[in-house]
């Protein structure tokens, strides 16, 4: 992961989960898209970016070492 800030465009609550277990907390819900609220969630992480690639990088780490756990749970119940 390059840990670039996003702003999250949420359908579904997953999406939203995702955000926040990133750290990443500018989102927009796609039941209420406007121009407006695109361009402020826009607008806040520019300005946070800092912060917000900081916290990434704190927490991409533990997420990559769950999801390669994740991966080896798997295989091994496969039987491989």
């Not at 300005?47 to 091994?76: F, I, T, Y």
Request: proline share 4%.
């Amino acid at each position: 992961s390059a840990c670039v800030p996003f702003v999250s465009l949420v359908y579904d609550p997953k999406v939203e989960s995702f955000a926040r277990a990133t750290g990443q907390k500018f989102t927009v819900d796609m039941r209420s898209l406007s121009a407006e609220g695109v361009k402020s969630a826009v607008l806040g992480a520019w300005n946070e970016r800092d912060v917000l690639k900081r916290v990434l990088e704190e927490r991409v780490p533990e997420m990559r070492r769950l999801a390669l756990k994740s991966g080896e749970m798997a295989r091994e119940l496969l039987g491989g």
